[in-house]
């Protein structure tokens, strides 16, 4: 390798995370309006938390023995000795901030929603990066199923507005702290009779956390766990009814789903809801969105009882299959012609700019024709023609890029004409 390529290689982005440019930014900028303004329709309010936490909050919160906590964190030690993590989900530190500001005591429900990166050493591939970014909301404090078939809806009404169509929508109860211990010892059963077919960590997983196994992808692990018995059969009764609820308001909303009772998700603190919505547009990554709900979780954290309910949208996953056609940019290009206008084309492009048009004055010597090869680059929808004459008499040209129309008047009829269209 020669000096050139390493130096090159050095400063190019760390893998599995990728820079976002223009020309496809403005998708993700669509996305980010459609889903604030989705959100806020539900009632939906903005919370921001830091990037980073302590990094028990994740171990305690994700859970000891996800695979997000155990292979995956961005752990570290700052200048001062403390274990920080990257965040790899945004709901621990949610419910941090609702405990460290006592976001309860202002009532009940609490609901948020957030857009950001997030960030898990995963093994990067298609669909899958190191650092990625979610679109999270979270409710807390409604324990009706009805809540979760809202939420569920607001889900489907957000792809719907990003035209990402063929998604099916999954879901199952993983029961509670009353009926998953049956469970979890019915499939430990399972699991040791047939531990020599499951992988190294799945025999792992048979005796520290069970229903990790569903999270398998290696293909004899996910035939092995097809033969386990359904937490279905093992629901209470709370569980069944909260079930069957959410079943029927999908009902009401319309919402097409299938009961897949393997879905556990990958995450150890779910209680009774689980649900994700796949399409088949995507490979192997073909999750666009997944949560449930997380009764326990502020509890164990030492804050008050309330129950919690919330997705996470993989923002570079539904961008990939999004039928989304960002504004079109309508730029007004000044060309000028000399000193004086130049010092005028910049006075106009103030004036146009305080009324919301968006203007681009290059400061390079140019002829017309230079001008106008310009403006057809940066893909202009008007040029303003700024010379001699037009300083003199206060007319200025004003062309349409797409017609080739011209009209010349003061700059005032200018932009009412600019406005309009
Ligand atoms: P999770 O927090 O694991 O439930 O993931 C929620 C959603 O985030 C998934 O359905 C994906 O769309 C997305 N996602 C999770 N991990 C990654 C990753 N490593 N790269 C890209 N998207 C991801």
Redesign the pocket.
Known sequence: MNEDSSAKKELAAVKGTKDILPGEVEKWQSLEVLARTTFELYGFRELRAPVFEATELFEKGTGATSD?VTKEMYTFTDKGGRSLTLRP?YTPSVVRAIIEHRLDLEGSPMRYYYMGP?F?Y?KPQK????Q???VDIEVFGEKDAAVDAEIIEMAHALLGKLGVAGTETLVNSVGCRACRPAYSSALREAAAKRKSELCADCQRKAETNPLRIFDCKVEACREVAASFPSIQDFLCQECQDHFRALLACLDVLKIPFRVDPRLV???DYYTKTTF?IVSSGLGA?N?????GRYDDMMKDFGGPDICGTG????I???LSIAELVPPQKKTLYLAYLGDEAKKAALELARFFRSYGVECLVEYKDRGMKAHFGRANKLQAAWVLIVGENELKSGHFGLKDMATGRQVDGPREELLALLRES
């Open positions: 997000v989900e997030m898990r995963d669909g899958r990066y190191r990625f970014h979610q998700r990958g995450l994700e990554q999750a666009l969105l997944g949560g997705f996470a949208m993989g570079e996953r539904v």
